[in-house]
T-cell receptor, first 114, second 113 residues
Framework: AQSVTQLGSHVSVSEGALVLLRCNYSSSVPPYLFWYVQYPNQGLQLLLKYTTGATLVKGINGFEAEFKKSETSFHLTKPSAHMSDAAEYFCAVSDPPQNEKLTFGTGTRLTIIP | DGGITQSPKYLFRKEGQNVTLSCEQNLNHDAMYWYRQDPGQGLRLIYY???????QKGDIAEGYSVSREKKESFPLTVTSAQKNPTAFYLC????????????FGDGTRLSIL
């Protein structure tokens, strides 16, 4: 079975600073990769996804992620943090690779410092 | 507007009682999923269904049951056999094709009285 590792359960950045949330997966076959955001007491909302093609993927709210096969990573970035970015972020991979089932990481809670 | 509706938003259960969580979607999606979310553990798959009248166990199916009699509906029953049911439950659906993202409802928070 796939596993997903999100380094850092809590990340704090200052407003206007770079946001970097890390995600690594375990698979020799490139899976489909997803980032979701969750606001308190709500469901998950898709930020972006990588399936095939360009390895730099742009999503909503100014976020982007780069698929790096050699590093088995799919880190999420945003150049300038906004207060509204405060939420929990989940990385997910298709499990088994290229399947409809997803395995989720344990999440990273992002705090924005004014 | 298309989406997934979970009800109720909050649910309380007494010891030894079964409760059913509702999940309805009008996205015309074939696949539906139930997840359990606990603090610090991410989302864990309980059951999923890829087609009407068929469903499969996920990673933590013990103490739960589901049915899929209609494409739009995928109710989850938390039985008295589930010893630690207090959690946030999320329902999701996805279209055909493994590259399709899952769409989520707003969740049901279940607590034990």
């Amino acid at each position: 079975a796939q596993s997903v590792t999100q380094l850092g359960s809590h990340v704090s950045v200052s407003e206007g600073a770079l946001v970097l949330l890390r995600c690594n997966y375990s698979s020799s076959v490139p899976p489909y990769l997803f980032w979701y955001v969750q606001y308190p007491n709500q469901g998950l909302q898709l930020l972006l996804k990588y399936t095939t093609g360009a390895t730099l993927v742009k999503g909503i709210n100014g976020f982007e992620a780069e698929f790096k096969k050699s590093e088995t990573s799919f880190h999420l970035t945003k150049p300038s943090a906004h207060m509204s970015d405060a939420a929990e972020y989940f990385c997910a991979v298709s499990d088994p690779p290229q399947n409809e089932k997803l395995t989720f990481g344990t999440g990273t809670r992002l705090t924005i410092i004014p | 507007d298309g989406g997934i509706t979970q009800s109720p938003k909050y649910l309380f259960r007494k010891e030894g009682q079964n409760v059913t969580l509702s999940c309805e979607q009008n996205l015309n999606h074939d696949a539906m999923y139930w997840y359990r979310q606990d603090p610090g553990q991410g989302l864990r798959l309980i059951y999923y269904s890829q087609i009407v009248n068929d469903f499969q166990k996920g990673d933590i199916a013990e103490g739960y049951s589901v049915s899929r009699e209609k494409k739009e509906s995928f109710p989850l029953t938390v039985t008295s056999a589930q010893k630690n049911p207090t959690a946030f439950y999320l329902c999701a659906s996805s279209g055909q094709g493994s590259n399709q993202p899952q769409h989520f409802g707003d969740g049901t928070r279940l607590s034990i009285l």
